[in-house]
């Protein structure tokens, strides 16, 4: 069994399971339904069906969001790309219940300075942020279909990664995933959106409907995906203020520290989780078929406050 997903055990299994002595808590409201084994928290929880689950799981997002309109919605394939900011997007789509089947990818491991923005606690550390997106994901919904990619995306799965998707969130650091993601999508007319963390900006992307459409609304010229591969920090910096040319000015002036005094671009849980709920706005938006234009776009609170 997978560290990060949920059995759905028949009640003999339950039972069978109870009788082990390895269940730590069993919660028991309905006293019929299905039966879902987390073993990582050795919780045992008896719910509804799956229909009936979402549908009562989402009844409070009715009529903002109609019956019609959320089943659509559950059926989509999305994939999201950087589990930092991107775990914050993958749980708000999740809670919101906009995709049903999810890729989520990321090499990297949960440390202590990933808990400024990452709603996860002292015992996720050393885990992948993979397996802690993906228990987060179960937890709210056991009935999603999650695969992982704890390599992030690569040159050899970046392929594999985007085949079938509806639709992309990018919140990668990686340059070279940025744009390679981009440039398959694109080969593929799948529409890609991203949060960048700051002033609350939103870049929507839509190759589903424009797919000559350059990368970074053009920003980058005609830089490739392959032109970025290892880079150093230093030679990252041009083509970062390249692709986001709006940045605040406390953002732009860390950017020279990057790898000296910053071990990366600084990120608040604020901006995140402003950036988690535009992205899930506009991923419902886009999905169910309303006016999502490509282009960048400010949700910035600073400019509330004048």
């Excluded at 440390?111 to 709210?140: F, S």
């Amino acid at each position: 069994m997978d560290e990060w997903r949920p059995a759905l055990l028949t009640e003999t299994q339950a039972e069978e399971l109870l009788g082990s002595g390895a269940v730590r808590r069993v919660h028991d409201p309905l006293g019929d339904g299905t039966w879902v084994w987390y073993p990582w928290s050795a919780v045992l929880v008896r719910t509804h069906p799956a229909e009936e689950f979402r549908r009562l799981r989402t009844d409070r997002n009715r009529n903002k969001i109609t019956p019609a309109e959320q089943r659509r919605l559950g059926a989509a394939r999305i994939g999201v790309v950087g589990l930092s900011v991107g775990n914050g997007t993958a749980l708000t789509l999740t809670m919101e219940g906009v995709g049903g089947s999810f890729r989520i990818a990321d090499f990297d491991r949960l440390d202590l300075t990933n808990l400024n923005r990452i709603r996860a606690g002292l015992p996720d550390l050393g885990l992948e942020k993979t397996v802690v997106t993906a228990r987060q994901m179960y937890e709210i919904d056991p009935y999603l279909d999650v695969e992982t990619f704890p390599e992030g995306v690569t040159p050899a799965n970046v392929e594999v990664f985007l085949d079938g998707l509806d639709l992309v969130v990018e919140e990668c650091d990686d340059l070279y995933a940025k744009v390679a993601v981009r440039e398959r999508a694109r080969d593929l007319r799948i529409p890609v959106l991203m949060s960048t963390s700051d002033r609350g900006m939103l870049d929507v992307e839509r190759f589903d409907l424009e797919p000559g459409r350059p990368i970074f609304h053009g920003r980058l010229g005609d830089v490739s995906a392959d032109d970025l591969i290892g880079l150093a920090p230093k030679d990252k910096i041009r083509y970062v203020l390249a692709m986001f040319d709006s940045l605040s000015p406390r953002m732009r002036a860390s950017l020279p520290e990057v790898g000296r005094t910053l071990a990366s671009w600084p990120q608040l849980a604020s901006d995140v989780a402003v950036g988690a709920g535009a992205v899930t706005d506009a991923a419902r938006r886009l999905l169910l078929g309303e006016p999502v234009a490509s282009g960048r776009y400010h949700l910035d609170p600073a400019a509330l406050y004048g």
